[in-house]
């Protein structure tokens, strides 16, 4: 599967954004679905994952929990994360990741997904 994902920019603080991760080769619906982030100096950061064909079982950092929420639109094919409440420590490269075979308990473990797509700048500005 080929993810490509768009949608950042640059927001004010408590501002919102919405990201799209757009697979193509095969359905989204059948595999786990993850939002990742790394800042500047920092390591890749779990953000937020959705399961296989499911969206009843979504998962998030601690750190984004209640502000952002990730979906999924099986006839587009594309993956969302809409962040609200944004703050100036979101900001990092915006990363989708998927896997066929991650279990629950990594959905965390960004070396578990041997999918990404590019990366997408969200700045938010204080």
Request: charged share 15%; with cysteine.
């Amino acid at each position: 599967v080929q993810l490509q994902a768009f949608g950042g920019g640059l927001v004010q603080a408590g501002g919102s954004l919405r990201l799209s991760c757009v697979a193509s080769g095969r359905t989204v619906s059948g595999y786990v679905m993850a939002w990742f982030r790394q800042a500047p100096g920092k390591e890749r950061e779990f953000v937020a994952a959705i399961p296989r064909w499911s969206a009843s079982s979504t998962n998030y950092a601690s750190s984004v929990k209640g502000r952002f929420t990730i979906s999924r639109d099986s006839a587009k094919n594309t993956v969302y994360l809409q962040m609200n409440s944004l703050k100036p420590e979101d900001t990092a490269v915006y990363y989708c990741a998927a896997s066929s075979t991650i279990i629950t308990s990594e959905y965390h473990n960004a070396p578990r997904y041997p999918y990404w797509g590019q990366g997408t700048q969200v700045t938010v500005s204080s």
